[in-house]
């Protein structure tokens, strides 16, 4: 069977092409194309011999993910959807904020999702399997080049925020992760990446032991335990005591604020008294929080929050000091919601 050449290391890479015969200076060449050119047909890597790249063929594939299909909105958001090798399909969404020049894509790191949280299309879906880093490189490389072709613009910016939880998926988020800010990849600032996670403890403590220093964002969504156990099960494990020490500790090893995104449901937690709980969370480490407006899914009881409630809400929030945007809900008029893309059909 072949191996998927981009799941080696570069040094797995040259100990592979040694043992083709090659020169060490081939693999660099190889991890090249590979990563910093997106290469995904051995074919096209001209500057190594016809024989050698036979070679490659014969003992190598590259399991690059595949366009599908996607949907345009009225506010230029784009939603993905892509077929990996094996069929299953995975979303990425481009969010194009043309006046600040900022396109940042939000990307799968799982196929479906074990987490179930209540709001949520993909949490409809089962987990079927984790993205490989390569997987996840790719969502990032193709929505470049479309939203260059389209707008103008490649990508300023990335969130792991599409279907599955990253940081369930640790080991292979972090690798595209290093991959993507590598001077051997795409190079970004990993000040521009964000982690958004629904908080898992122990594996927040183990991303402060990291090198890498990305944003973090928690998908906090409601104020109180009672409340956020019975959208996000998840919280029954990782109760909001337990992830205000992890936070903490990510604060004071990153200094990186944190962000707090939280929607708002429609008579669930846009009060002012949840706007209060709110408030007490906040004051323990500084954070951001975006207040989102929901787009709706099917078959979920909960609705999005009128807008003068969420405005409320937020100013409340302000007059307390907090730092606080509103995130109108974007896409509405495509299957923008993460995971109804890949749900359908
Ligand atoms: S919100 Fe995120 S963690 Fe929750 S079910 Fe959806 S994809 Fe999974």
């Known amino acids: 069977m072949k191996k998927d050449i981009r799941l080696l290391s570069l040094a797995e890479l ?99 999702c074990s987490l179930s949280c ?27 080049a479309h939203s260059e072709e389209l707008y103008g613009h490649g990508i300023t910016n990335i969130v792991y925020m599409g279907m599955g939880e990253p940081l369930l998926n640790y080991k292979n988020t972090l690798q595209s992760v290093r991959l993507i800010t590598s001077d051997k990849g795409l190079a970004m600032s990993p000040r521009r990446i964000t982690i958004s996670t629904v908080g898992i403890a122990k594996m927040i403590h183990k991303l402060c032991t990291e090198d890498i220093k990305v944003n973090l964002a928690l998908s906090l969504h409601a104020a109180d335990d009672e409340k956020r156990s019975e959208i996000m099960p998840i919280n029954h494990q990782n109760d909001l005591a337990s992830l205000m020490v ?21 008579d669930f937690n846009d ?38 409630q969420i405005n409320k809400f937020a100013q409340h929030l302000t007059k307390k000091g907090i730092i606080c945007t509103v995130r109108r809900s974007r896409g509405k008029d495509i299957d923008a919601a993460c995971g109804q893309l890949a749900n359908k059909g």
């Not at 209540?118 to 470049?144: H, W």
Request: net charge positive; charged share 30%.
């Open 118 to 144: 209540k709001f949520c299309a993909t949490g409809q879906m089962e987990r079927m399997r984790n993205l490989d880093p390569g997987e996840i490189y790719d969502q990032v490389v193709k929505v470049s």
């Open 271 to 308: 009060s002012i008294k949840d706007a209060e709980k709110l408030v007490k969370l906040c004051s323990q480490f500084p954070v951001r929080v975006n207040i989102i407006e929901y787009n709706p899914v099917e078959n979920v009881t909960y609705t999005k929050s009128a807008e003068d």
């Open 14 to 112: 040259q100990t592979e092409i040694a043992a083709l015969g090659e020169k060490a200076f081939r693999a660099k060449q190889v991890y090249e194309w590979l990563w910093k050119k997106s290469c995904t047909d051995f074919n096209l890597m001209t500057n190594l011999s016809l024989p050698f790249r036979e070679k490659l063929k014969l003992h190598f594939e590259i399991n690059s993910i595949q366009f599908d299909k996607h949907q345009v909105s009225n506010d230029d958001t784009i939603k993905y959807r892509f077929t990996l090798q094996d069929g299953h399909k995975i979303e990425s969404v481009l969010i194009p904020v043309h006046k600040d020049k900022r396109y940042t894509v939000c990307v799968s790191s799982q196929v479906g």
């Open 246 to 266: 992890a936070l903490k500790e990510f604060f004071e090893k990153t200094n990186n604020r944190i962000s707090y995104e939280y929607i708002a449901f429609k």
